[in-house]
């Protein structure tokens, strides 16, 4: 649903989007759910990107499966990955996943890239989390287009009011370049959620809403780049 990974930091939540790149969460999945959601790429016409996801709850922890397409008359690619992760003991999680890639630009060979991860997740107190995952990319056939060969993320979550969380994203990509990034949800009713989510380096802001009916959650959302200009993105996901 977010392209956004600090949300995958999240822990305890039915939505099955948001372990794509942060497969330590995985561990403590509360309840198992399939959803799809449909993107608009900066508002471009024929550039729309969608996403089949479904997560599943374990004895120990969880597994989640995904697959994103996107594509226009230049560009197509496609993904598919999955992640498991278990609980080591009642505050501590690991998960391990990977994805691999095929992308292609008209009138140029296709090109696949391998993106195995590695993730923690740490449980303090009642009301936060610590956590760190690593993703690195391995390219077969290298496009100069992908100058980034991996990401580490370091994330703390923690949850300042009955409804109200927040978490603070620090990350590198492996080129000795740091990026800050800030979110905060507010939930006024069990089946009402909003969120901010901002990027410091690029200052790009995203807010969404879901709504949930019983185990039908529905929500939309929108992205503004300040170069790119603005995304949009609908999504249902049911949870069993």
């Known amino acids: 649903m977010q392209p956004s990974s600090i949300l995958q ?20 999945s509360d309840s198992s759910s399939v959803g799809i959601s449909v993107e608009n790429k900066y508002l471009i016409t024929s550039l729309s990107k969608l996403n089949i996801s479904a997560q599943f709850k ?5 597994l989640s499966i995904h697959m994103n397409t996107i594509a226009n008359e230049i560009f197509s690619g496609v993904s598919m990955g999955m992640g498991y992760g278990i609980r080591l003991s009642k505050t501590l999680g690991i998960g391990v996943g990977g994805k691999v890639k095929r992308d292609q630009f008209r009138g140029f060979v296709p090109f696949f890239i391998l993106s195995p991860q590695l993730g923690l997740l740490y449980l303090f107190a009642k009301k936060g989390s610590i956590s760190v995952h690593l993703r690195k990319l391995i390219k077969p056939n290298v496009h100069p287009f992908y100058k980034e060969f991996g990401n580490i993320s370091s994330c703390i979550n923690y949850q300042i009011a009955e409804q109200v969380e927040v978490g603070v994203e620090i990350t590198n990509d492996f080129r000795d370049k740091s990026n800050l990034n800030i979110y905060t949800e507010w939930s006024p009713t069990n089946q009402l959620q909003t969120y901010l989510y901002y990027r410091t380096n690029s200052t790009e802001i995203q807010t969404g809403i879901v709504y949930s009916l019983k185990r039908l959650g529905m929500g939309m959302g929108i992205s503004n780049h300040p170069f790119l200009g603005s995304s949009a993105f609908i999504m249902l996901h049911h949870g069993f």
């Not at 930091?9 to 403590?28: D, E, R």
């Not at 374990?58 to 969880?62: I, N, V």
Request: no cysteine.
């Open 58 to 62: 374990t004895l120990h922890g969880g």
């Open 9 to 28: 930091h999240k822990v305890f939540q039915s939505n099955p989007f948001i372990h794509h790149t942060a497969v330590g969460g995985l561990a403590f």
